[in-house]
């Protein structure tokens, strides 16, 4: 995706794509690399030297790349973190898939954000919120329409999983003891 994202891949130069960016940490101020808008750019020059593909062909293919929006039913799967909408939710005005990081200093913070458009071409960033009231909102909406009876059934599962990841557990430990004798 890189590789193709890039105008090297297209035969044309390109300087100043970044631009420095100074954030706060708890310990310091930190400094990070951004990506700019393409007009932004200090220098763009197509055909500056032979390239894959043709300039032209470069450019269909990063347009057909950045508007890659699925239109099917079938939003994905969330994958790991607390977050509940991960993997569901859409920017309303770009139509890409909001992406979730996790902030705070143990990272269980759920933040929603647009950046692919950011990732893909240097555009602005479309939205971005704190999960936690949404989260808190679809919780309190899901568990108003779910039944007790469900509940105590989901309650007694996440119980016997966690016995089974500490049966799991223990005899690792006897393993590692075994080990060391």
């Given amino acids: 995706h890189r590789m193709i994202e890039n105008p090297i891949y297209g ?3 390109a300087y100043g794509k970044t ?3 100074s954030g706060y940490d708890a310990t310091a101020i930190r400094s990070r690399s951004r990506r700019k808008a393409r007009d932004e750019w200090l220098a763009l020059i197509p055909g500056a030297h032979e390239g894959y593909v043709s300039w032209e062909r470069a450019e269909a293919i990063r347009k057909m790349v950045s508007d890659n929006v699925p239109t099917s039913r079938h ?3 969330p994958k790991h973190g607390d977050a509940l909408l991960a993997g569901l939710v859409r920017c309303r005005r770009c139509g890409r898939k909001l992406t979730v990081r996790y902030t705070g200093t143990k990272h269980n913070i759920p933040r929603y954000s647009c950046w692919r458009g950011l990732l893909d071409n240097g555009e602005p960033r479309c939205i971005a919120f704190g999960g936690l009231r949404v989260d808190d909102a679809i919780e309190e ?4 329409v779910v039944e007790p ?3 105590a059934a989901a309650v007694e599962a996440e119980a ?3 016995s089974r ?3 799991v557990r223990d005899a690792l430990m006897r393993d590692r003891e075994a080990a060391r004798y």
């Avoid at 909406?141 to 108003?144: E, G, P």
């Fill in 11 to 13: 035969g044309a130069y």
């Fill in 19 to 21: 631009r420095a960016a």
């Fill in 75 to 77: 939003h994905g799967a």
């Fill in 141 to 144: 909406a899901l568990l108003r």
């Fill in 149 to 151: 009876g469900a509940i």
């Fill in 160 to 162: 016997q999983a966690a």
């Fill in 165 to 167: 990841r500490d049966q």
